[in-house]
């Protein structure tokens, strides 16, 4: 079973960075006979998830939402079997719970839709504020 579990929330101020892990077990990243799909998604309360980032073994390119493209990185290290969100430049509206996603198989789909993936971490908050 996966399990994905983050980590490096916290509060920051506007224009400040932040760097999320999300440490991934049950799962190989550098296992060659499936495929990942990892992600980052957030959430205010009240409102829909949105997704953030995503990267996956079977497609070399990130894929990330607008709102973050430019400001936000994900990339994976197979030694630390983990996944990083390096968000800079941050703003007020960027304030949520962020959570780690994840798809494990022979196919796996580079996507922002919360459908797509199985398996979820717990949530670290993200506070930016002065």
């Known amino acids: 079973q996966v399990q994905l579990v983050e980590s490096g929330g916290g509060s920051v101020q506007p224009g400040g960075s932040l760097r999320l892990s999300c440490t991934v077990s049950?799962?190989?990243?550098?296992?060659?006979?499936?495929?990942?799909?990892i992600g980052w998604f957030r959430q205010v309360p009240g409102k829909e998830r949105e997704g953030v980032a995503c990267i996956s073994s079977s497609d070399g390119a990130p894929f990330y939402a607008d709102s973050v493209n430019g400001r936000f990185t994900i990339s994976g290290d197979n030694a630390k079997n983990t996944v990083y969100l390096q968000m800079n430049r941050l703003k007020p509206k960027d304030t949520a719970i962020y959570y780690c996603v994840g798809q494990i198989g022979p196919v796996v789909l580079l996507t922002l839709l919360a459908d797509g993936y199985d398996d979820w971490g717990q949530g670290t908050q993200v506070t930016v504020s002065s």
């Open positions: 049950g799962f190989t990243l550098d296992d060659s006979s499936d495929y990942y799909a």
